[in-house]
């Protein structure tokens, strides 16, 4: 690792961070979160989902505002193309949890980050979706992620930030590892 003459600052608070993960130890009911989305369909293909409240730290939470997403499908399936696919929403949930993981490890190691982007690409067979082929799968086969992170840092020590990533990642650890998913209808 190299280290930079002035303070590291990747806009992550690592004080509160390991404060928190201390605390939460002590009192693991805190930790007990539960995430929440609403969605409405609108009409064909396309819905809108919402979130905004969540509880956690034993009381309910709120974000500052609601946070909207349209998902639809594109044209090539007929439809309307109001916003992105929901799968493609997945690999923007993984690639968001993964990114916002890279900074905090850096942060905790003292890397300072100049740029990090990432491209993920999820390959799918959509004749299982379609019910064509029942022996094909609905979901991805494969999601590739590709960093380009330039950082004050070997190039073993971004690769170690990335791994770490991964280790510590809520969206990665649901993608790669199976998750109860339970349906009901009211």
């Known amino acids: 690792m190299t280290s930079t003459a002035t ?12 404060g928190a993960r201390d605390a939460l130890a002590a009192q693991p009911e805190g930790a007990q979160f539960t995430w929440r989305a609403s969605n409405t369909w609108v009409r064909g293909t396309h819905s809108r989902s ?23 499908h594109p044209g090539v ?9 929901p ?3 997945l ?4 690639a968001g949890c993964l990114t916002a993981g890279v900074a905090a490890v850096a942060q905790n190691r003292g890397i300072q980050l100049r740029s990090v982007t990432a491209t993920l690409e999820g390959h799918m067979d959509i004749r299982g979706i379609l019910g064509s082929d029942p022996d094909v799968r609905n979901g991805f086969s494969q999601i590739d992620v590709r960093y380009s992170i330039d950082a ?11 791994a770490q990533s991964q280790k510590r990642s809520a969206v990665f ?12 209808v009211a």
Not at 152 to 162: M, W
Not at 173 to 184: E, I, L, M, S
């Open 87 to 89: 799968v493609e929403l």
């Open 50 to 72: 919402s979130v905004h409240g969540f509880y956690g730290l034993g009381q309910e939470q709120a974000h500052r505002q609601e946070f909207e997403f349209d998902g639809d």
């Open 77 to 85: 399936f007929s439809a309307e193309d109001n916003g992105p696919t």
């Open 152 to 162: 004050d840092a070997s190039p073993e020590d971004v690769k170690a930030l990335v």
């Open 91 to 94: 690999l923007v949930s993984l």
């Open 7 to 18: 303070p590291v600052d990747n806009g992550v608070d690592v004080q509160f961070l390991v």
């Open 173 to 184: 650890d649901a993608v790669t590892n199976p998750t109860n998913v339970r349906v009901t």
